[in-house]
């Protein structure tokens, strides 16, 4: 990022820094296409994994218009899916949510008995952010593949944390992005496979192969595609070194809060990741009470400035109000030290304490 900095030069331009700015934009680029396991020239970059998620679905779906207007989605998307299709629904496009079970989970014959003669485009992200969830990806893109429609995946939070291999897979396109990977926010991609037509989201340049216009953010994608590069190294070991810390959290939540719930697929799942509720218990007031420790942890429902709602990923799964808004997201990586886990279950009883909710020891 340093290097992109002081290079300074537009990646459109023919002179010294904007070759120099060039290179590094490639080596970015290349960096990304390891990661997801596809080619240099199927990487598109972004501004982050919203518009890469936007760019799909109305990119992906205004060429095929022709064959039909339905789209399918599953009910767990993220909120850049689900918006733009609401969008799109007002311009006429008519879209099918696919429910989940009490995990998460989408049942890939569900997918398939809701394709029609009119179905276009069908996007069921790999892993849900909220609850650590990971979906059949292979088997719901084969199943969508067979009938000749196109399939989106948002790989946003499973990047860097299960292998991809795209290639391997009948896939159409998918979204990336740099801040989950430990790189800079405001970057991200979108992976598509040769041949698939697309519509710009941007247009007045010629930038990204003339498919997304706009001047390069080439400090943010340098920094992406570093971190792209680190955790392409760390991913053969990252399950080995954060699955203990995981059985290490549960133990430990469940011997000082007995009625502590674990959202998401108990197996298919993230490592390196919990979601947690506690029932009755105010999550918002407890990330803040842990965030006064020295303790990082995410807020498991949407935070408005009027209100904490209840997520529509934990609603979507049947759970109720009391759990859904007592739920918060641990993350922890490879660098992560079982200390820190200690740590963090000596401070959780007092933040209990502090918020109201008492816990509750077997």
Same mark, same amino acid.
């Given at each position: ?25 490639? *080596?970015?680029?290349? /960096?990304?296409?390891? $990661? ?5 020239? =199927? ?16 990119? $992906? ?7 039909? *207007? ?12 689900? /918006? ?40 069921? /992200? ?107 190294? =760390? ?79 934990? *609603? ?40 109201? *909710? ?5």
């Amino acid at each position: 990022m340093e290097e992109a900095l002081i290079s300074c030069g537009n990646p459109s331009s023919l002179h010294a820094g904007g070759r120099a700015a060039a290179l590094l934009l490639r *080596k970015a680029r290349g /960096q990304v296409a390891a $990661l997801a396991g596809v080619r240099l020239d =199927e990487i598109f970059f972004t501004a982050g994994g919203t518009e890469s998620n936007a760019w799909a679905l109305r990119g $992906l779906a205004e060429p095929a218009r022709g064959r039909g *207007k339905h789209l399918i989605l599953s009910a767990v998307e993220h909120l850049s899916v689900l /918006q733009t299709a609401r969008e799109m629904e007002k311009e006429g496009w008519s879209v099918t949510l696919i429910p989940v079970d009490r995990t998460g989970r989408v049942d890939p014959s569900a997918v398939e008995g809701a394709l029609t003669s009119h179905t276009v485009l069908v996007s069921v /992200q790999w892993a849900n952010p909220e609850v650590g969830t990971l979906q059949p990806i292979a088997e719901i893109a084969r199943r969508v593949k067979s009938r000749g429609v196109l399939f989106h995946t948002d790989a946003v939070a499973a990047a860097g944390r299960v292998s991809l291999e795209i290639a391997a897979l009948p896939i159409d396109a998918v979204s990336l992005a740099s801040g989950p990977l430990g790189g800079p926010p405001g970057a991200g991609a979108l992976v598509l496979r040769r041949g698939v037509r697309i519509q710009p989201l941007f247009v007045g340049g010629t930038q990204e192969e003339g498919r997304r216009a706009g001047t390069e953010n080439l400090v943010g994608l340098a920094g992406f595609g570093a971190a792209a590069e680190r955790a392409a190294k =760390e991913l053969p070991v990252f399950p080995g070194k954060v699955l203990p810390l995981r059985e290490r959290l549960v133990r430990g939540i469940l011997k000082l809060v007995s009625e502590a719930v674990f959202n998401g697929d108990p197996t298919d799942r993230l490592p390196g990741h919990l979601s947690i509720s506690f029932p009755g218990a105010d999550a918002e007031a407890l990330v803040l009470a842990l965030d006064r420790e020295g303790v990082s942890v995410g807020l498991g429902s949407a935070c408005s400035s009027k209100a904490v709602k209840a997520s529509h990923v934990l *609603k979507a799964m049947g759970v109720g109000d009391p759990q859904a808004l007592g739920t918060v997201t641990l993350t922890w990586g490879p660098e992560t030290a079982a200390e820190e886990v200690d740590r963090f279950l000596e401070i959780l009883p007092r933040a209990l304490d502090v918020i109201g *909710k008492e816990p509750i020891r077997k």
